[in-house]
């Protein structure tokens, strides 16, 4: 606290109080959710929290960080090796911060298992740079919450480039994989991406939980579905509600879904299933 004390004080800016006071005695989180803090604030920040003992959560949500400070501020968390549960999520995450993000991910001290990004602008791009450091050899992540929703993943396909999905399938496949809730609702999968990453869950062990809704799977992201939850012997929930599913994607996923003995929930809201697609719902 005097250090972020003496920097605001420095750079003539005026101390949050929100930041200064002390939350609990044996608080083991930062949360400093929706305080709008800015790039310059946000640079205090970084240096402020080097080396911190004991936290276990950092909650930076909804602050107008960019990559002018969230790569400092990712270098900084680093050094916390108790740090568990990670939220920076509407913020505007680019490529640096994905280059900072894949650099803290790829270290032995990295302890993160719950990582929140939502509503971060996040395109293919920054998602594969911190995605593929998750799929270095000899690198085990702790990783198992992730959510990425309400971001641009899946854009390049429209340029004819392999978007995140690709990336997203080698990750599923991996055996060490311990990845079980993901949430990549809201973005734009499709086309043979998005068909190559629902493949994947034909032989993933480790998702109990995944949220594929608002995105653009259609008739191909739906036939390769249903095949993989045919074999796939772990998936509780499936969220693939407004992907453009006609009645073959659907007959097909309804296929798969008689055979599976594990799934518990699963949303089809806002598809255009049809009469066939129904009566398939309805087996």
């Not at 959560?57 to 909804?62: F, G, N, R, T």
């Not at 994905?98 to 001290?109: D, F, I, Q, V």
């Not at 079980?180 to 190559?196: F, I, K, P």
Request: proline content about 1%; hydrophobic content about 40%; aromatic content about 4%.
């Amino acid at each position: 606290r005097s250090k972020y004390i003496d920097l605001c004080l420095r750079e003539g800016l005026n101390p949050r109080a929100s930041l200064v006071l002390k939350k609990g005695k044996d608080s083991k989180q930062i949360n400093l959710m929706h305080q709008g803090m800015g790039d310059k604030m946000g640079k205090i920040l970084a240096i402020s929290i080097e080396r911190m003992p004991e936290v276990e959560k950092m909650l930076l949500s909804d602050n107008n960080l960019t990559d002018v400070s969230l790569p400092s501020i990712v270098n900084s968390m680093s050094t916390i090796t108790t740090l568990i549960d990670l939220d920076l999520s509407t913020n505007t995450v680019g490529s640096a911060t994905g280059k900072a993000m894949c650099a803290y991910l790829e270290l032995k001290s990295c302890n993160i298992e719950k990582l929140s990004m939502h509503h971060c602008e996040i395109d293919d791009t920054a998602c594969q740079l911190f995605v593929v450091s998750l799929l270095k050899e000899n690198h085990v992540s702790k990783l198992n919450h992730l959510d990425v929703s309400n971001n641009k993943i899946g854009k390049l396909e429209k340029l004819g480039c392999d978007s995140a999905g690709v990336t997203f399938a080698k990750w599923f496949k991996r055996a060490d994989c311990q990845l079980h809730t993901l949430n990549l609702s809201w973005n734009m999968l499709r086309g043979e991406s998005g068909a190559t990453l629902c493949r994947a869950l034909k032989s993933n062990t480790s998702l109990l939980h995944l949220d594929l809704s608002y995105n653009a799977l259609g008739r191909d992201g739906g036939l390769a579905l249903g095949s993989a939850i045919l074999e796939n012997k772990t998936l509780k929930t499936l969220l693939i509600g407004n992907n453009n599913f006609d009645s073959v994607a659907t007959f097909t996923i309804c296929a798969g879904i008689i055979e599976n003995e594990t799934l518990q929930l699963v949303s089809l809201d806002g598809n255009p299933i049809g009469e066939r697609g129904a009566s398939a719902l309805m087996m």
